[in-house]
Nanobody
Framework: QVQLVESGGGLVQAGDSLKLSCAAS????????MAWFRQAPGKQREFVAA????????YYADSVKGRFTISRDNAKNTVYLQMNSLKPEDTAVYYC?????????????????WGQGTQVTVSS
């Protein structure tokens, strides 16, 4: 079992930056593939970014590639999402997720644990 707590969301203007954090507790953090998903009102939860267990491999949705960076610090049991050049369409609740197995990192159904989410609102 692992508990995930996101932080760092807020209200920003288009073009601004924001950094989200997700602190994990419980089972050994480095055994999990970690990811960020987001859900806008009236839309399905969608994949944003994922990172392998020791942080060597990263995956990004096309919509955020080049603007967002996922990273992790296994010593601190924390995964981050640095978001630059934010756009109004990035407005959503952002969720941290953990996956025990590897593979299909972009598939939300493969993730075993989820945080409560943090709201990101980007005004135009």
């Amino acid at each position: 079992q692992v508990q995930l707590v996101e932080s760092g969301g807020g209200l920003v203007q288009a073009g601004d930056s924001l950094k989200l954090s997700c602190a994990a507790s419980g089972r050994t953090f480095s055994t999990y593939v970690m990811a960020w998903f987001r859900q806008a009102p009236g839309k399905q939860r969608e994949f944003v970014a994922a990172i392998s267990r020791i942080g060597i491999t990263t995956y990004y949705a096309d919509s955020v590639k080049g603007r967002f960076t996922i990273s992790r610090d296994n010593a601190k049991n924390t995964v981050y999402l640095q978001m630059n050049s934010l756009k109004p369409e990035d407005t959503a609740v952002y969720y941290c997720a953990a996956q025990i197995t590897t593979g299909a990192e972009t598939n939300r159904d493969r993730y075993n644990y989820w945080g409560q989410g943090t709201q990101v609102t980007v005004s135009s």
